[in-house]
């Protein structure tokens, strides 16, 4: 008999090449603004604006920051932080490391108390000097670029934190409360037209619409809002607000204050 033929075997597939997926690669996310900028010497609102692309400009970043700034968007100080619009304002800040403990620091015995400054009376024209002791700092038109006018518009008295602050003469409280880099402050209208402004205090003893007398107590000196240590800042003007600043010291010398 013929021999049967053999079987056929069966092919084997043909493996199948794996195909290997890329994964997705990140898209990268736009910058964001930064959430809060701290102004140095030299500044402008425009200037921070413009640079961090702040949406509605200059005007935005003073109206979220009118708190610190107050009612001069010019006058703005080195080390003040700002807080910037747009999305990183939404963004947590960082928390702040746990401080560590300080080894308590020796305390100085008690230097002798000195004789309290005597207050100098009346000019003939019922005007004194804002404080007892009368003593001057940083002079008034002072040039330097920590102030936004590229001047100081006023004069300085170095007195220690709590020191009486009387008013010059007669007048009108205009202001009496937060002015933003000025601190707590008090603004009085005088019977002239002209105003007088002390800032920095630490608290006040007066409010707007009161009437005060040569020598009256307005507050006590600090250092409240930028000031760098305690002090008096003294300014006058033509006006109630920043910006029409006059020589504070000519102008309490030509009323008879020997300062």
């Known amino acids: 008999a013929a021999p049967k033929p053999a079987a ?5 597939a043909a493996p ?21 900028y701290t102004v140095v010497s030299g500044d402008t609102l425009f200037k921070i604006a413009k640079s961090h692309d702040v949406d509605g400009g200059w005007q935005a970043v003073y109206s979220a920051n009118r708190a610190v700034i107050g009612d001069n968007p010019n006058l703005i100080l080195p080390g003040q932080h700002l807080a910037l619009q747009g999305d990183a304002a939404k963004q947590e800040a960082p928390k702040p490391k746990a401080a560590k403990p300080e080894a308590p620091k020796p305390v100085a015995a008690p230097a002798a108390a000195k004789a309290p400054v005597a207050a100098k009376a009346p000019s ?6 804002p404080v007892a002791n009368d003593a001057m700092g ?22 220690a934190s709590g020191t009486t602050v009387r008013a010059i003469g007669s007048g009108e409280v ?24 002390y800032a920095h205090l630490s608290s006040l003893s007066v409010s707007a619409g009161q009437t005060v007398t040569p020598g ?44």
Do not use: C, M
């Open 8 to 12: 056929p075997k069966p092919v084997a």
């Open 216 to 259: 009256q107590q307005l507050g006590l000196s600090g250092a409240t809002g930028n000031a760098f240590g305690a002090h008096l800042h003294f300014e006058v003007r033509t006006g109630p607000d920043y910006g029409s600043d006059i020589d504070p010291v000519a102008y309490l010398r030509a009323h008879g204050v020997n300062i």
């Open 124 to 129: 003939a024209s019922g005007f004194v000097a």
């Open 16 to 36: 199948k090449a794996e195909v290997k997926q890329e994964a997705p690669k990140p898209v990268a996310k736009p910058a964001q603004q930064a959430a809060s």
């Open 174 to 197: 205009v202001s009496a409360g937060w002015g933003g880099a000025y601190g707590n402050q008090v603004v009085i209208r005088h019977a002239d037209g002209k105003y007088s402004q």
């Open 138 to 159: 940083t002079a008034y038109h002072q040039a330097g670029s920590a102030w936004s006018s590229g001047y100081h518009t006023g004069v300085d008295f170095p007195v």
